[in-house]
């Protein structure tokens, strides 16, 4: 099954709005946790990334929030910009990433 | 920034054949990682590999899969032989530290096509 998962499958939001994109994974052995970005046909690229034993981090316009206790975590994007308009993939693990199918999402100015 | 390049970007192969992908990590990174995407599919990892050694594979990395980073050089996945159901885009990554320490940096795919 499916470790790292990521419900929906794409997202609109309107510029200037809050992007909020989902992430749920089922191995509580999992420490780390990540966001990429992916353009078509570029390599993901790393955007955030916490530790187990951070509930919340922010960066800039990105904040990612991790619930332990319900096997989920999240990445908000505020103000957010037509040229947020990508793919985004979760990613959990330790030694490897195991990572979601990707949530596209669209910024309509 | 650094880096990771992969060569060629698309690979046209016969089934039966063997195919090398080469991947050239950043310079000082020590641990390099491949992964397998199949077309609507999500990314999944293969294999990572550490002073010359496979740390961890999945079941996706085959026995007709092989992977080698001789003398420094480029860092390679090598499919011997191949199969239609190869046919996917295989991402390379390297970091400089394993695990939580830094999350893999990653190159921009090669695109397998079994025929």
């Known amino acids: 099954g499916q470790q790292v998962k990521q419900s929906s499958p794409s997202l609109t939001v309107q510029e200037g709005g809050i992007s909020i994109l989902n992430c749920d994974y089922e191995n509580d052995m999992f420490d780390y946790f990540a966001w990429y970005k992916k353009y078509p046909d570029n390599s993901p690229t790393l955007l955030i990334s916490v530790r187990s034993n951070v509930d919340k981090r922010e960066d800039g316009r990105l904040t990612v929030f991790l619930n332990k206790s319900g096997k989920h975590f999240s990445l908000h994007i505020t103000a957010s910009q037509p040229e947020d308009t990508a793919v985004y993939l979760c990613?959990?693990?330790?030694?490897?990433?195991?990572f979601g199918g990707g949530t596209r999402l669209t910024v309509r100015p | 920034g650094p880096k990771v390049l992969q060569i060629p970007s698309h690979q046209i192969i016969d089934m039966g054949q063997m195919v090398t992908l080469n991947c050239d990590p950043v310079s000082n990174h020590l641990y390099f990682y491949w992964y397998k995407q199949i077309l609507g599919q999500q990314m999944e990892f293969l294999v990572n590999?550490?002073?010359?050694?496979?740390?961890?594979k999945s079941k996706l990395f085959k026995d007709q899969f092989s992977v080698e980073r001789p003398d420094g050089s480029y860092f390679t996945l090598k499919i011997q032989p191949t199969a239609l159901e190869d046919s996917a885009v295989y991402f390379c990554?390297?970091?400089?530290?394993?695990?939580?320490?830094?999350?893999?940096?990653f190159g921009e795919g090669t695109r397998l096509s079994v025929l």
């Open positions: 990554a390297s970091s400089l530290a394993f695990g939580t320490n830094q999350a893999p940096l």
């Open positions: 990613a959990a693990g330790g030694a490897k990433l195991t």
């Open positions: 590999f550490y002073n010359g050694k496979v740390m961890e």
